[in-house]
């Protein structure tokens, strides 16, 4: 297991809803990384946050937006839900040591589906 | 410029023998590329990784074969077992100063018994 938490499991949301979806990281992990994986697809990287500030974005729209906090856990939020945005939501933290470390650790995901 | 090619998209080998994943990628700032093993359900899992200044790394059974000047790097599953069977991902850490991953669209490993 890498110590990554994500809750929920399972999501359902109708279009044009908001949804937060949480992770937890290991203590002392202070580099968290969001990616977007839609079925058969490898994950596409949504943004990644060091020390509570955006550090780096993929090609997603401003609706998609992050939160870092200081005890090790984040959230990723969506706003104005559309149907190609159901997929696996996977959160990935690195060791303390600045935002290059080599590890990600990736929790289980959470699967989003926009109805 | 930020793409990563790979194949097979699905490949199926019998226990004993060694499975092959070739990635291909174009952009020549990149400084790590790790390989991911994803069972259902799961998150991905680093399996083992390599930096462009290195032509070989080999873990147990996993060996990553690195080829800098055809910018193409390949993962050799030795002695396939069916507790293998899982998709496998490549990735390359992109330039600049964050930790995103570039991922190849994954191979689906069969290792029938």
């Known amino acids: 297991e890498t110590g990554v938490t994500q809750s929920p499991t399972h999501l359902i949301k109708t279009r044009g809803q908001q949804v937060t979806l949480r992770c937890s990281s290991q203590?002392?992990?202070?580099?968290v990384s969001w990616y977007q994986q839609a079925l058969g697809q490898g994950p596409q990287f949504i943004f990644q946050?060091?020390?509570?500030?955006?550090?780096g974005r993929g090609n997603f729209p401003p609706r998609f937006s992050g939160l870092q906090f200081p005890n090790y856990s984040s959230e990723l939020n969506v706003n104005a839900l559309e149907l190609d945005d159901s997929a696996l939501y996977l959160c990935?933290?690195?060791?303390?040591?600045?935002?290059?470390?080599?590890?990600?650790?990736f929790g289980p995901g959470t699967r989003l589906t926009v109805l | 410029q930020q793409q990563v090619k790979q194949s097979p998209q699905s490949l199926i080998v019998q226990k004993g023998g060694i499975s092959i994943i070739n990635c291909a990628y174009e952009?020549?700032?990149?400084?790590?590329f790790p390989w991911y093993q994803q069972f259902p359900g799961k998150g991905p899992a680093l399996l083992i990784a390599?930096?462009?200044?290195?032509s070989e790394k080999k873990e147990g059974r996993f060996t990553i074969s690195f080829n800098k000047s055809a910018k193409q790097f390949s993962l050799h599953i030795m002695d396939s077992q069916p507790g293998d069977s899982a998709t496998y991902f490549c990735?390359?850490?992109?330039?600049?100063?964050?930790?995103?991953?570039?991922f190849g669209k994954g191979t689906k490993l069969t290792v029938n018994p």
């Open positions: 990935a933290s690195s060791p303390a040591g600045g935002p290059r470390t080599d590890t990600q650790y």
């Open positions: 203590s002392g992990h202070n580099t």
């Open positions: 946050y060091y020390r509570e500030e955006e550090n």
């Open positions: 952009n020549t700032a990149f400084d790590y």
């Open positions: 390599i930096r462009p200044d290195v």
């Open positions: 990735a390359a850490r992109g330039a600049g100063g964050s930790e995103k991953l570039v």
